[in-house]
């Protein structure tokens, strides 16, 4: 049996309810198929409009195999390419970010314009046509000042994604933030491990304290069921009184959601006291101070957290079947002065040490599942119907995708 029909199969007998088998989390043809099936056809976060601030600024980052480079051309157009060039193929740009006039390849230095157009290659000879040779451009789509791309040929329809996380973005101007601070760390588990880790509080209690002194662990706030917890929709009812939109939405398909969520007490930031942790606000529109925060994720790579004070945003990229990249950024006003309005060690101290906490769960969570002895077990109904939704999209959007795939490589 070739690696998509044994996959299928293990979807269709997969028990409801459980964790999956453990070739999802470990087997390098799994993997290869998630890369392939999700990864290299869905629309993935790369970064924040807010980091492309001129033309010419440029962010790179690497999806499986394709090195993507995203750039502000001279129209203020924010544009994605294969970050190879075509010639014989080098990387472009290997920087993390950067600033370039022109997009010039270090091995020939051929020269590209910043909408992908190639202006200059040295003695290609006269039958050379440099029209030919742009760069290959990726899909592109900016929403409330967050960037996704698509690497298929054909992307699938963005418009259900802007249309309902606009509204939710809107209010908080993201675009005139700044990243304060970022960090990025592996773990050494798979994708999916991340994500399950993130889609329920379970955990919280047990592994989280500078977190639960502000975060509730209440199994509405981060799983499915918020519609049931009577605090949740008071607190709905006060934000969209102050026109801030925030009852919970999640898309048919369950890949994406947005939720304003009340965080604990008089809490008002994710920080040790609870306290803002930039004195100016993210956004001039919203001054509430109570508004919690607001959840979005969109499977597979990003969660996020918008609060009064700062946002935080998380992407997630896979490096390989037992390891997984993530990165966290911390946005404030554009005109907050570290220092003055905000200190880094407040500012991220929390997630830091949550990131790291979870880390090592995720870490002996693969550890667990890399043993012959593993076997699916259930997820709590109480506390884990985020996870069983995660794992329910994941299964679903395979099982439809691998159908209707016909991958003769494989
Ligand atoms: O980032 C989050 O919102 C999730 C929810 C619970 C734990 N985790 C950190
Ligand atoms: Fe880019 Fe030669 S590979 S100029
Ligand atoms: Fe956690």
């Known amino acids: 049996m070739n690696v998509r029909d044994e996959m299928l199969a293990k979807l269709q007998r997969r028990k409801p309810g459980y964790s999956l088998e453990q070739a999802f989390y470990s087997d390098p043809d799994y993997y290869q198929l998630d890369l392939e099936t999700i990864w290299y056809r869905d ?10 601030p001129k033309p010419g600024s440029y962010m790179t980052a690497q999806v499986g195999a394709y090195p993507v480079l995203i750039v502000r051309d001279a ?14 193929g080098s990387r472009i740009c290997s920087a993390e970010k950067g600033t370039a006039a022109k997009l010039v390849c270090p091995y020939h230095q ?4 910043l909408d992908g157009r190639l202006l200059f290659a040295r003695d290609m000879g006269a039958d050379f046509k440099p029209t030919e040779f742009g760069l290959k451009p990726i899909h592109c789509e900016t929403v409330g000042g967050y960037i996704f791309v698509n690497l298929s040929e054909i992307a699938p329809d963005f418009s259900p994604v802007r249309e309902m996380v606009e509204p939710y973005f809107a209010p908080h101007t993201l675009s005139e933030t700044k990243v304060a601070f970022e960090m990025t760390i592996v773990e050494k588990g798979n994708w999916k491990l991340t994500w399950e880790n993130n889609r329920e509080c379970y955990h919280c209690a047990g592994s989280h304290p500078e977190l639960c002194r502000t975060f509730p662990e209440a199994p509405g706030v981060t799983g499915v069921d918020a519609m049931e917890e009577p605090e949740i929709a008071e607190h709905w009812q006060r934000c969209e009184a102050a026109g801030l939109p925030s009852q919970f939405k999640i898309s048919p398909d369950g890949q994406f959601r947005a939720a304003r969520m009340p965080l604990l007490r008089d809490a008002v930031s994710f920080t ?6 930039s004195k100016k606000p993210l ?3 919203v001054l509430t101070p109570q508004i919690g925060t607001m959840l979005l994720f969109h499977y597979p790579t990003t969660w996020n957290h918008i609060l009064g004070d700062h946002a ?7 490096l390989g079947p037992n390891e997984t990249q993530v990165t966290t950024k911390w946005l404030v006003h554009k005109d907050a002065v570290e220092g003055v309005d905000y200190t880094i060690d407040e500012l991220t101290k929390v997630w830091i040490a949550t990131n790291d906490q979870d880390r090592r769960i995720i870490e002996e969570n693969q550890f667990g ?7 699916p077990g259930p997820y709590s109904p109480v506390h884990e119907g985020g996870v069983l939704q995660f794992v329910d999209w994941y299964c679903n959007f395979m099982e439809t995708r691998l159908r209707g795939a016909s991958m003769p490589h494989l």
Request: charged share 20%.
């Open 312 to 318: 935080s945003s998380f992407r997630v990229l896979p």
């Open 272 to 277: 040790m006291s609870g306290k803002a942790a």
């Open 43 to 52: 629309w993935l976060f790369m970064g924040h409009d807010c980091e492309l």
């Open 75 to 88: 129209q203020k157009n924010v544009r994605a390419f294969h970050n190879a060039c075509r010639h014989r």
């Open 283 to 285: 956004s001039p529109n």
């Open 369 to 375: 599942i890399n043993s012959p002895a593993y076997t």
């Open 110 to 113: 051929w020269t590209y314009e």
